[in-house]
C-alpha cells in the first residue's frame, strides 16, 4: 500500500486516521497531519492508487492537519473532517468542502463521530468543550388526510406525538385522539393509499354497517391497542435501515365501539408518515 519506498503513494506526513467506507470497502479515506495540502487522500481500489480528498479553492480545505473523519451514517458521499481550525463537511465525497459559524467555530477538533444509532455527529475540541449537531439529510413527516367517523368517544383522529418526529432508528408515537375508551382496536398499518389488494381505496364501508366511514389504508398489518380515559399514544421503533429513508407507509385506527353502528367499529382519519433521518 504505501512502505515510502518502491510503493509511496501517500505525503510522507503523520497518518492520523484511516476510515473504510461503509459501502465500498475498497475506498478507504486516509487523514494525515502537519501544515501541508493534500492532507485527506482516498483510494477507490483498495490502496492501490490514492487521490487527494482535500477540494479546491476557495471550496477546499485549509492546509491544516485533519484529525479525524465521519461518514454520515445514511448518505454515501457525506464527510466530516476534524481540523486544526474546525469541522468542515463535504457532500459530494471529498470534491468541495465547507463550514459554518455554528458550533465550535475556529477551534482545534481532536475528534468527530456520530452517535450510536443517529444521525447526530459530535466533535470533541481540544480544550473547548464537546458540541453536537443533527445531520439530518431527509425530513420526515407526519400528514393526516381523510375524516374519522363519528363514535362514543367523538371522532376518533391521528395526530404526532409532539415529542418525537419519524426518523429512522427513533421510536414514533403517534396520538390517538378522542377513541372509545376502555376498547380494543387496530392500528392499521398500509403499504398504500390508493389500493387495498384489487379494491381501489378510499373504501366507503357504509354497505357493510359502518356508515360513514372509509377506510384509506391498505390493511397489510394490524397493531393491537386497548384504549384507556387518559391519553392514548401508540408507539413503534422505526428500524435503522438506510433503505427506509424517504419511504413511506399509511396509518388508520380501527376501533371496537359497540352500539354505533350495527358492525360495532369506528375508523379514525389517516396519516401519511414519510422516513427521515
Given at each position: 500500500m504505501d512502505d515510502n519506498y518502491s510503493l509511496n503513494p501517500l505525503p510522507n506526513r503523520?497518518?492520523?486516521?484511516?476510515?473504510?467506507?461503509?459501502?465500498?470497502?475498497?475506498?478507504?479515506?486516509?487523514?494525515?497531519g502537519g501544515f501541508k495540502p493534500d492532507n485527506v487522500q482516498v483510494t477507490t481500489d483498495g490502496g492501490k492508487t490514492f487521490r487527494d480528498a482535500t477540494g479546491t479553492a476557495p471550496s477546499g480545505l485549509p492546509d491544516v492537519p485533519v484529525r479525524g473523519l465521519a461518514e454520515h451514517p445514511y448518505i454515501p458521499g457525506w464527510l466530516y473532517a476534524a481540523t486544526e481550525v474546525g469541522v468542515f463537511a463535504s457532500e459530494d465525497g471529498g470534491k468541495s468542502w465547507s463550514t459554518t459559524n455554528e458550533g465550535p467555530a475556529n477551534v482545534c477538533v481532536d475528534e468527530v463521530v456520530f452517535l450510536h444509532h443517529s444521525t447526530t455527529l459530535l466533535a470533541a475540541t481540544h480544550g473547548r468543550g464537546l458540541f453536537t449537531a443533527r445531520i439530518v439529510a431527509v425530513q420526515g413527516s407526519f400528514r393526516t388526510f381523510g375524516t374519522g367517523c363519528?363514535?362514543?368517544?367523538?371522532?376518533?383522529?391521528?395526530?404526532?406525538?409532539?415529542?418525537?418526529?419519524?426518523?429512522?432508528g427513533e421510536k414514533l408515537k403517534v396520538e390517538i385522539l378522542h377513541p372509545p375508551v376502555w376498547?380494543?382496536?387496530?392500528?392499521?398499518?398500509?403499504?398504500?393509499?390508493?389500493?387495498?389488494?384489487?379494491?381501489?381505496?378510499?373504501?366507503?364501508?357504509?354497505?357493510?354497517?359502518?356508515?360513514?366511514?372509509?377506510?384509506?389504508?391498505?390493511?397489510?398489518?394490524?397493531?393491537?391497542?386497548?384504549?384507556?380515559?387518559?391519553?392514548?399514544?401508540?408507539?413503534?421503533?422505526?428500524?435503522?435501515?438506510?433503505?427506509?429513508?424517504?419511504?413511506?407507509?399509511?396509518?388508520?385506527?380501527?376501533?371496537?365501539d359497540p352500539g354505533t353502528n350495527p358492525r360495532g367499529l369506528v375508523l379514525s382519519n389517516a396519516a401519511k408518515v414519510t422516513l427521515g433521518g
Open positions: 503523520y497518518v492520523t486516521r484511516i476510515v473504510i467506507d461503509r459501502w465500498d470497502h475498497n475506498k478507504v479515506y486516509v487523514c494525515l363519528k363514535g362514543s368517544g367523538g371522532t376518533p383522529s391521528l395526530a404526532l406525538d409532539p415529542s418525537t418526529k419519524p426518523f429512522l376498547q380494543y382496536g387496530w392500528m392499521i398499518l398500509g403499504a398504500s393509499n390508493s389500493q387495498a389488494g384489487p379494491v381501489p381505496l378510499p373504501l366507503d364501508l357504509g354497505a357493510v354497517g359502518m356508515a360513514g366511514c372509509k377506510l384509506y389504508v391498505s390493511p397489510d398489518f394490524l397493531s393491537l391497542y386497548f384504549s384507556n380515559p387518559v391519553k392514548n399514544v401508540w408507539e413503534t421503533r422505526i428500524p435503522q435501515n438506510p433503505v427506509l429513508l424517504g419511504s413511506s407507509f399509511f396509518l388508520q385506527y380501527l376501533s371496537k
